[in-house]
């Protein structure tokens, strides 16, 4: 399985589309087995969740995301979290230990992202 954060260095980002970059975790049998950086490649519309999606991502975890990012998660079957926050690597083992629930807040507002729902 392949889980992807969206970051802020090492640490969860507030909101997916404005993230630094995206940690890929790669997990067998319920462990992490490691992990790479990929930086951010661009916000656009609908871009990132089939870019994540094509390169194998079947959870996100995210602090906020927009309604159009989970439909398109949605719609391919990848699994979103929202509402996650803290060092990315102990959100990816909270998960894996069923730890780790969505809050199901979703981001409205692009254009101020640093103020959605004060997850952002």
């Not at 990315?88 to 729902?117: I, M, P």
């Amino acid at each position: 399985m392949k889980i992807a954060v969206a970051a802020m260095g090492k640490t969860v980002a507030g909101h997916f589309g404005h993230c630094e970059n995206f940690i890929l975790f790669d997990v067998e049998n319920g462990a992490i087995q490691g992990q790479t950086s990929i930086p951010n490649p661009g916000h656009r519309p609908g871009f990132l969740p089939n870019y994540l999606g094509d390169m194998g991502a079947q959870v996100i975890l995210s602090g906020g995301m927009g309604g159009g990012a989970v439909d398109i998660f949605n719609e391919r079957g990848i699994e979103v979290v929202v509402g996650v926050s803290g060092d990315a690597a102990a959100a990816v083992e909270a998960y894996l230990k069923g730890e780790l629930r969505s809050t199901g807040e979703v981001c409205h507002e692009h254009a101020h992202a640093d103020e959605c729902g004060g997850h952002c």
